[in-house]
Every structure is written in C-alpha cells, then in structure tokens.
C-alpha cells in the first residue's frame, strides 16, 4: 500500500463526506424528475420537481410516531436504514480516490452492497402485518364460510415472499450486464475500467456496450421495483407491499433509500459505460457524470409509464432472454475487449 | 333440478384446509387500491396460483328495499336514484318505467328519446370508468388517465342536459323534468362531443388492442366459457363476451325505433370482456345520436295527465351497463309503495368470476375480478317481506342455487 | 420549515363506506382526470393509512364497516385532518333521515362524526371535482396551521 501523504488522505476525507452529501442532495430531486415526465406523458401537469422526493422526506420526518404493529419493531424501523448505509458504501467506493484502499474499489464489492440493498425489502416483509389486510375488523371466519382453518397471510408477508423470488430472477440481468465492461477491461477493479475508456473511448458506443447498456436498464427498472418489474410491491394486490407499516421518520428513511439506489445504480451506469468517475476533485468530471446520471432514470419513466405490472408468467421468460443475451455478449467482449 | 345439476360442493368449502393443498390464504380488504367499493375477497393460493376464493358482499348495504316501503310512489323513485352513483339513471328509469307499465302512463315520443340518450349516455361513462379502472389494477396509470380524459365531455354533456354530472334525475313519472328537453344548440353539442368521442375511441381501442404487455396480461386469462357462464346466470357483456347473445334491448319497446348492434364474443377472457364493453361505447355512441335527432327542438317531454291509483305487483326489466336490472312493486290504493324488489346484476356476475378466477396467479385473479365490473353499491342480498309480513334474507348461496 | 414541508408533499387517503359510490368516482375524477389533477397542487393519492396525512370519507358508514374505519383511522399518524365528502358523510342523507313505513335504514352507525373527528364538509351529492379540490385546500391550510 502506498505511503498516505497528506494530499491523499484529503482526498479520501473529500470521497467519504463530500460524494455522500452530494448524493443525498442531488438523489431527492430524481423521484420528482421522474414523476414529472410520467405526468407529461399522461398529458397533465405533474406535481412540483422537488414534491416526490425533497419534501415528502421532510414532511414525514416530522409527523408523530405512532406504535409499528410488527413482530420485531426495532428491526423493521431500522432495515431501510441499513439500506441507506449500503448505498453510502456503494457511493463511496466508486470514487477513484477509494479505488487503492483494501480492494474496496472493485465490482465484487458493490455488487455484495446491492444485494444487501434487495435482501432489506425481503426482511421488512416479514415484519409486518399492517392494518390493511389480515388484521382488518371484518368477521371472515364465520361459520359456513370456507377453509375457515386456513394459515392466512398478510399482504406484506406475501410481498417477501415476491421479492425474494424478485432477488433469483431479476437481479441476474443487472449482475451480468455489469460483468461485460469487466471482460471488456480485463479487470474488475473500477479504476482500471474507467482507465480503458480513456479519451472519449466510450464503451457505450460499442455494440456489445449497447448491447449490455440496455440489459442494464432493465436491470435498473428490475432492482427499483418500478413498472414493469414491480411485481413485489404490487399496487394491483399487494398495496405497497413490505413498506405498508412503515410510518413518520422510518418512512421518509425508506423514501431516502430509493432515492439514494436510483442515484447509485445510475452513478454505477455512468461510471461502467461511460468511463466518467464520481470523482469530486475533478469539475469538469463530476458535473458531466451529474447530468449523465438522468439518463437512466429518465428513460425509466418513459418505461414506466407505458407498462403494466407484469406477472412472473412473463418477468420470468423476459429476464432468462435478457441474461441469456448479456452472458453472450460478455463472451464476445472478451475477446474484442482491449 | 336434480341433485347433479346442483352439485355446488366443488366450491363448498367442505373438508379441512390441510387436506388440499393450500399454502396459505391471502384476504384482500375492502379498502384496497384495487377496488372502487368495499367488498372482502379471501383468496387460497398455492405458488401464487389461486386456487380457491371466496367473495363477501355485504359491508355496502344499507337496506334501501326498507327504506321504500309505504312511501309515495314519486318520492321513491328519486330515491332509487341513490342505489348507485355510476348506474343512477338505471334505478331511476326502471322504477319509474314499472309504475307507468302498471297504471298505463302514456310517455311523449320525445321523452323517450331523452330517458334512451340518458342510458346510453350513462353507459359510455359508466363502460369508461370501468377500462380505466381496468387498466389501473393491471398498472398501467397512463391508459387509465388517457380513458378519464375522454369521460369528461360525456360528463359535462350529461350536466348541460340535466344541471348534474352524477345523479341527473332525467325521467319523472310520465316523461322526462321539462329542463332536460334537447333544444337545438344543445343537441349541436352532442353530435360534436359524440363524433369527437367516436374518433378517440377508436384511436384508443387500436392502441390499447396494439401493446404487446397488456394483451399477454389479458389474453387467456380468467377464461369463462359459454357453459360456466350459463350455470352461473352471468349477464350483460361479461355474458356476452362468452358468448351469450341476450341484450335485453332487444325486448324494450323503447329500443324499437333505433338502428343498433349488439356486440357478442366469443373468447370469454379478458380481454374479450374489456373489448366488448370499448366496442359497446362506440354503438352507444350510435343509439345517442339517433335519439338526438328524434328529440332535438320537441319540447313536448312531460304528460301530466294521469291518476295514481292501485296496481298491482309490476315487473321491469331493462339493460344497463353492467347487465340486466330488475324492478317490482305494486301500488296500494294510496299511491304508495309496497314490496319493491331491486335485483341488479353484479350479484350473478361476481358469482361467476369468483368460479372462474381460479387457475391464475393472484394479481391476475384481481384483475379477472374486476373485468366483470362489479357495481357492489347495487349489488348486496335484497330482503324478502313475505305477505304475512316476515322478513327473510337471500344470500348468496340461495341465488346459486337458482331460488325465487 | 415544518409548514412548508407539510403544504407542499400531502398525501389523500379515501375511504369509502358503503355509499352509493358516486362520491368516490367524483373523487376519482378528480384525482385522475387529466383536466381537473389533483397532483398539481402537491396532493398525492394513497392507500396506505401509514403514509396519509388527509383521510376522505365517503358514504354513510355502515355498521359493519365502522370499525375498520375507526382502525384506518388510528392508523394514520399525526398530524391528520378528516374530510367528510358528500352529503352521506355529513348527515347520512336519504338512508338515515327517510323511510316509509318501516322508518329509515337500521343498517347505518350515522354520519362520519359519530365514529371519527370531522375537520371538513363538503356537501353536494356528489360534489362536483372542483369542490373536492377546494376542500383538499381547506385541508392543507389546516395541516399546515397545526404547529404540533
């Protein structure tokens, strides 16, 4: 490891606080960018850019906190916190400045925070048993109704269960599209895959780059649970699924989160296919790679508003064809990778 | 009816839950983002594949048939107005078509025209909330705001006719309120809004016939063949898009004079249902310009010459959207209501898919239910005030088994 | 800052309790009827008694429905505001206030203020899209005035 002069350490104290808070900021305005062009779409004014994101978090930080109705409260008022605290790993550990440090500045390491990410949602399903569905006042039971011994559910604990299998299916699409720009550089540390790129050499304008870029989107949309992949949270029978009981300041902590994993994976985007580092000692670098990261979740709106939720008849066969097609275009990317 | 022909055991309940191989049981509340009106569905699933439900119908009753019981025959009818917001014109038009079969009411030809452009008015509003909300529990907000977008010229054209987007309070006993007749620059209007409508809809229709996602969430699902739909006593397009080509249009007079079709498929899935209510506006869209150009500048619409009287029990019977809507009472010497019966359709419709929903997997299972476009506010068990004065409730389970 | 954030981002959740739905389908139109979009003035709709800071009922609440919407109610976290939409929710309308000779409905627990504290009426039946979306504005004055 090399000796850590002074200039070094400010740029990693620089990487650990200032990206973060960058982050935090700049990840509160895409909810409402996307609600927006949804709202265009739709053909009526949406509501305000800053509404979905920056000031549904402050409103709810500041209601009452009421009694959580779960089995272990402490850890389902937390879980989306633990979310938060991957995504800040992820954020700083695609900087250059982390990219010496321990090995942390690799793909393996961001992809085991994304699937800590997936695996909250599993957790905070099984917490919760909100008001809206077993435990709602209606006398169900009654003699002569049927299979009245049957074992009953909550709609978030089915929502587990969905996003569970939500982790098998629709995650290998994101982690294959990932590894492409790994054969194509030859390494799994991120530094040297943005290193490749250099000079305006784009991965994206290659055909196995755009190739694995639109595989990638479909990963985003898969990992967000947006429309069409939102299966897990399914408004059409689950409501919202495992965030039902959240409430207040654990609610606005969950709305962080998601912000915060769609800054994330779109940062991550950017910095694969693109070559263009989070790299806050750099202006020119770190302005170009802010508006590049609209892309994804622009382009996810547009996606959005023109899908149904699909069930696992047609997520399954769709996320098969999309790994399918990114695992070759991984080989092919080894051997023209250079 | 033989015990063969009755065996609903299948869907009895009977036996322990262990027995079949059920993994658990998902009740979907009757405040949920899927429904428009309260009512419990318990769902069995197994691998998300549902393979038993069972609906529960009764949070919405609020015992109207009571509340009409000895009251004048005028007053009740505004009244039945309120059974339902979305089919308010229905009520009022059948209840008041049953008291002028039975004291034989002459109605003015112009007038008629006006309670037919009413319903069918009512049914393109009422057959457009139902595509959005179709499209909004399969998740697609952007069709169920493009749907909401071409309702509302048909909402404010029902409230220049009648000074009311909902409720309009058109027909009165002998003909139609004297505010709703069609002048000339009223019915201008129409014709516009009626073409404008026609185009969109035909754009929409193509569009949304066109989008690979949602056909392969529609198409052959919730599968309802022309057999299952007969046992179950299924009406209106959730019949007649299995099939069944009954329109009980074809029975009323009112109906004799205009040039329609009657829109009857064959698939009995999902999109065949969704299909034939889109299909059904545009002949809808025909029937109201006709009735336009029959009523436009006649302002001859009230005949007040009639006397109340006694009659006796009165049956009527008349198509609204969701299918076929019942009405019967008599009068007593007074003028007053007596054993009124309100039998409207969503009863036998929801029957059926609570049948025919199982097979899929569960989200499609919501959407199988709500295809069949349930009007709960109407639907609940109606009570029965025998002559001897006892009160006796049909549920559910007495309507299956086809009981009077 | 407090009011800022509360008049800005709300939430609507809409009950409905066994009224003849004409209510609902205003409030519908309202929320998604591009012309008329309740979500340009920052009200969001939800069915999540969790993340509601407005709660509209609609329809004279029946008695099998009144508790669930008490639950629904104590669900919902402070500060909230109660909006009672139509003529239903306010008096109960023709089921409580008429009848025959049977007298009027027995069926219904009474209009919203007997279960739940009601903070806004909105009379009409139904009431027009535009007087539901004046009363979402009276809704958020007084969430926005509540300083707790």
């Known amino acids: 490891m090399d000796i850590l002069d002074a200039e070094t350490l400010a740029g990693i104290l620089v990487a650990s606080f200032g990206v973060p808070m960058l982050a935090i900021s700049y990840s509160v305005l895409l909810p409402g960018i996307?609600?927006?062009?949804?709202?265009?779409?739709?053909?009526?004014?949406?509501?305000?850019?800053?509404?979905?994101?920056?000031?549904?978090?402050?409103?709810?930080?500041?209601?009452?906190?009421?009694?959580?109705?779960?089995?272990?409260?402490?850890?389902?008022?937390?879980?989306?916190?633990?979310?938060?605290?991957?995504?800040?790993?992820?954020?700083?550990?695609?900087?250059?400045?982390?990219?010496?440090?321990?090995?942390?500045?690799?793909?393996?390491?961001?992809?085991?925070?994304?699937?800590?990410?997936?695996?909250?949602?599993?957790?905070?399903?099984?917490?919760?048993?909100?008001?809206?569905?077993?435990?709602?006042?209606?006398?169900?039971?009654?003699?002569?109704?049927?299979?009245?011994?049957?074992?009953?559910?909550?709609?978030?604990?089915?929502?587990?269960?969905r996003m569970w299998k939500m982790i098998v299916f629709s995650s290998l699409p994101l982690y294959v599209a990932m590894f492409i720009p790994v054969a194509f550089a030859g390494s799994i540390s991120i530094a040297d895959i943005v290193n490749s790129q250099a000079g305006g050499n784009c991965f994206i304008f290659r055909v196995p780059g755009a190739i694995g870029a639109a595989v990638y989107f479909l990963?985003?949309?898969?990992?967000?649970?947006?429309?069409?992949?939102?299966?897990?949270?399914?408004?059409?029978?689950?409501?919202?699924?495992?965030?039902?009981?959240?409430?207040?300041?654990?609610?606005?902590?969950?709305?962080?989160?998601?912000?915060?994993?769609?800054?994330?994976?779109?940062?991550?985007?950017?910095?694969?296919?693109?070559?263009?580092?989070?790299?806050?000692?750099?202006?020119?670098?770190?302005?170009?790679?802010?508006?590049?990261?609209?892309?994804?979740p622009a382009l996810g709106a547009v996606l959005s508003a023109f899908s149904p939720i699909l069930t696992f008849r047609q997520v399954v066969p769709v996320s098969v064809v999309a790994t399918v097609v990114g695992f070759f275009t991984f080989v092919i990317s080894m051997g023209v990778g250079g | 009816m033989s015990a063969e022909d009755n065996d609903y055991s299948e869907f009895m309940g009977k036996g322990k839950a262990r027995e079949r191989t059920f993994e658990t049981e998902i009740p979907i509340g009757f405040v949920h983002s899927a429904l428009l009106e309260p009512y419990?569905?318990?769902?069995?699933?197994?691998?998300?594949?549902?393979?038993?439900?069972?609906?529960?119908?009764?949070?919405?009753?609020?015992?109207?048939?009571?509340?009409?019981?000895?009251?004048?025959?005028?007053?009740?009818?505004?009244?039945?107005?309120?059974?339902?917001?979305?089919?308010?014109?229905?009520?009022?038009?059948?209840?008041?078509?049953?008291?002028?079969?039975?004291?034989n009411i002459e109605i003015p030809k112009a007038a008629q025209a006006i309670r037919v452009l009413a319903e069918e008015l009512e049914r393109i509003h009422s057959h457009l909330i139902f595509i959005a909300h179709a499209c909004e529990v399969l998740g697609h907000e952007t069709f169920a705001y493009r749907s909401f977008l071409m309702r509302e010229p048909v909402m404010q054209i029902l409230y220049m006719i009648s000074g009311n987007r909902v409720n309009y309070a058109i027909p009165v006993l002998g003909g139609v309120?004297?505010?709703?007749?069609?002048?000339?620059?009223?019915?201008?209007?129409?014709?516009?809004?009626?073409?404008?409508?026609?185009?969109?809809?035909?754009?929409?229709?193509?569009?949304?016939?066109?989008?690979?996602?949602?056909m392969s969430r529609l198409k052959g699902v919730g599968v309802c063949d022309k057999r299952t739909a007969i046992k179950y006593h299924a009406v209106g397009p959730t019949a007649r898009a299995s099939g069944i080509d009954f329109d009980w249009r074809i029975k009323m007079p009112e109906y004799k004079?205009?040039?329609?079709?009657?829109?009857?498929?064959?698939?009995?899935?999902?999109?065949?249902?969704?299909?034939?209510?889109?299909?059904?506006?545009?002949?809808?869209?025909?029937?109201?310009?006709?009735?336009?150009?029959?009523?436009?500048?006649?302002?001859?619409?009230?005949?007040?010459?009639?006397?109340?009287?006694?009659?006796?029990?009165?049956?009527?019977?008349?198509?609204?959207?969701?299918?076929?809507?019942?009405?019967?009472?008599?009068?007593?010497?007074?003028?007053?209501?007596?054993?009124?019966?309100?039998?409207?359709?969503?009863?036998?419709?929801?029957?059926?898919?609570?049948?025919?929903?199982?097979?899929?997997?569960?989200?499609?299972?919501?959407?199988?239910?709500?295809?069949c476009d349930p009007c709960l506010t109407c639907c609940n068990r109606f009570v029965v005030i025998d002559e001897r004065g006892r009160e006796r409730s049909m549920t559910l389970q007495d309507l299956r088994r086809g009981g009077s | 800052?407090?009011?800022?954030?509360?008049?800005?981002?709300?939430?609507?959740?809409?009950?409905?309790?066994?009224?003849?739905?004409?209510?609902?389908?205003?409030?519908?139109?309202?929320?998604?009827?591009?012309?008329?979009?309740?979500?340009?003035?920052?009200?969001?709709?939800?069915?999540?008694?969790?993340?509601?800071?407005?709660?509209?009922?609609?329809?004279?609440?029946?008695?099998?429905?009144?508790?669930?919407?008490?639950?629904?109610?104590?669900?919902?976290?402070?500060?909230?505001?109660?909006?009672?939409?139509?003529?239903?929710?306010?008096?109960?309308?023709?089921?409580?206030?008429?009848?025959?000779?049977?007298?009027p409905s027995t069926e219904i627990a009474g209009p919203v203020e007997n279960i739940i504290p009601v903070d806004a009426r909105v009379p009409g039946c139904p009431p027009r899209p535009e007087d539901i979306i004046a009363a979402a504005a009276a809704a958020i004055k007084i969430l926005s005035g509540r300083s707790d």
Request: aromatic share 8%; net charge neutral.
């Open chain 2, 177 to 214: 309120r004297p505010r709703t007749q069609i002048a000339q620059w009223k019915g201008k209007a129409i014709l516009e809004a009626m073409d404008k409508l026609d185009a969109n809809l035909k754009k929409f229709i193509e569009r949304f016939l066109a989008d690979i996602m949602v």
């Open chain 1, 34 to 161: 996307v609600r927006k062009i949804q709202a265009r779409i739709q053909q009526r004014i949406g509501p305000g850019i800053l509404t979905p994101g920056f000031f549904a978090i402050l409103k709810f930080m500041f209601k009452h906190k009421p009694v959580i109705s779960s089995p272990m409260p402490t850890l389902y008022k937390w879980s989306p916190s633990l979310g938060i605290a991957a995504m800040y790993f992820v954020v700083i550990f695609l900087t250059p400045q982390w990219a010496g440090i321990l090995g942390l500045g690799s793909l393996v390491a961001i992809i085991g925070l994304l699937k800590i990410e997936e695996f909250v949602y599993v957790v905070m399903g099984y917490l919760s048993s909100s008001i809206l569905s077993v435990r709602l006042p209606y006398p169900d039971t009654a003699k002569g109704s049927k299979w009245s011994d049957a074992h009953r559910s909550t709609l978030e604990n089915w929502g587990s269960v």
């Open chain 2, 257 to 371: 004079d205009f040039d329609w079709d009657m829109v009857v498929l064959d698939e009995g899935d999902n999109a065949a249902r969704v299909k034939t209510r889109a299909l059904e506006c545009l002949v809808s869209a025909r029937i109201a310009r006709q009735a336009v150009e029959k009523a436009m500048g006649d302002s001859d619409v009230l005949n007040r010459d009639w006397q109340l009287g006694s009659m006796a029990i009165q049956h009527s019977y008349i198509e609204v959207p969701r299918g076929e809507l019942y009405h019967s009472y008599r009068l007593d010497d007074q003028g007053r209501i007596r054993h009124y019966i309100v039998r409207t359709p969503t009863v036998t419709n929801l029957a059926t898919m609570e049948v025919v929903c199982v097979g899929d997997q569960l989200t499609d299972a919501v959407v199988t239910l709500a295809t």
């Open chain 3, 1 to 103: 800052m407090k009011a800022l954030a509360r008049k800005r981002a709300i939430h609507v959740m809409l009950v409905y309790t066994g009224g003849c739905n004409g209510c609902d389908i205003e409030v519908v139109a309202a929320v998604y009827s591009p012309i008329h979009d309740l979500e340009q003035y920052n009200v969001m709709l939800t069915w999540n008694p969790r993340e509601a800071d407005i709660l509209l009922v609609t329809g004279p609440v029946t008695k099998k429905i009144a508790p669930a919407l008490k639950a629904i109610y104590d669900a919902i976290p402070e500060p909230k505001v109660v909006a009672a939409v139509g003529a239903c929710a306010i008096n109960g309308n023709v089921y409580k206030n008429l009848g025959g000779d049977l007298g």
């Open chain 2, 40 to 103: 419990r569905t318990r769902y069995f699933v197994e691998d998300e594949i549902v393979k038993d439900c069972e609906i529960e119908m009764d949070p919405a009753y609020r015992g109207i048939e009571r509340i009409l019981e000895g009251m004048p025959v005028d007053r009740a009818n505004i009244i039945t107005e309120r059974i339902c917001g979305i089919c308010s014109n229905g009520h009022l038009w059948n209840s008041v078509r049953t008291a002028e079969a039975g004291l």
């Open chain 1, 219 to 296: 990963g985003y949309v898969a990992i967000l649970n947006e429309y069409p992949f939102s299966i897990g949270k399914a408004k059409a029978d689950l409501v919202e699924g495992p965030m039902l009981e959240l409430a207040s300041s654990w609610r606005a902590s969950y709305y962080l989160m998601r912000a915060l994993v769609m800054f994330a994976v779109s940062s991550i985007f950017v910095t694969l296919f693109f070559g263009v580092p989070l790299d806050p000692l750099n202006g020119y670098r770190i302005i170009v790679h802010l508006v590049l990261v609209l892309v994804l």
